[in-house]
């Protein structure tokens, strides 16, 4: 058996109109609206997630130009990071030598 890792949960409270709140309970069994909504939610953000990884590949597809230019600024940002790590490490051992 699987041991389950405990998450955080946070409750609130909604306010919705009538109508969606008829749906709602149409929709679920009794004391399963919690469930059926963050089954919805998660959904709908892990869709999200996709559509914007979607929508990079597309841009990248249709504009290869722009994938080397990502590439470029990506090595830039690794390259100064390295460069202000050197120069932080280089910095301990001048002021160790003192």
């Known amino acids: 058996m699987k041991a389950r890792i405990s998450e955080t949960r946070y409750t609130f409270s909604i306010n919705l109109p ?4 008829q749906k709602l309970i149409s929709r679920t069994e009794k004391g399963k609206i919690g469930t059926f909504i963050r089954e919805v939610l998660e959904k709908e953000l892990k869709e999200e997630t996709s559509c914007l990884g979607n929508a990079y ?11 080397e230019e990502a590439k470029l ?4 940002e690794i390259e100064d990071w390295l460069t202000y790590e050197n120069n932080k490490n280089d910095n ?3 002021r160790v030598k003192k």
């Open 18 to 21: 009538t109508s969606l709140y």
């Open 57 to 67: 590949k597309e841009c990248y597809n249709n504009n290869p130009h722009l994938l």
């Open 73 to 76: 600024w990506e090595r830039a």
């Open 92 to 94: 301990k051992k001048s």
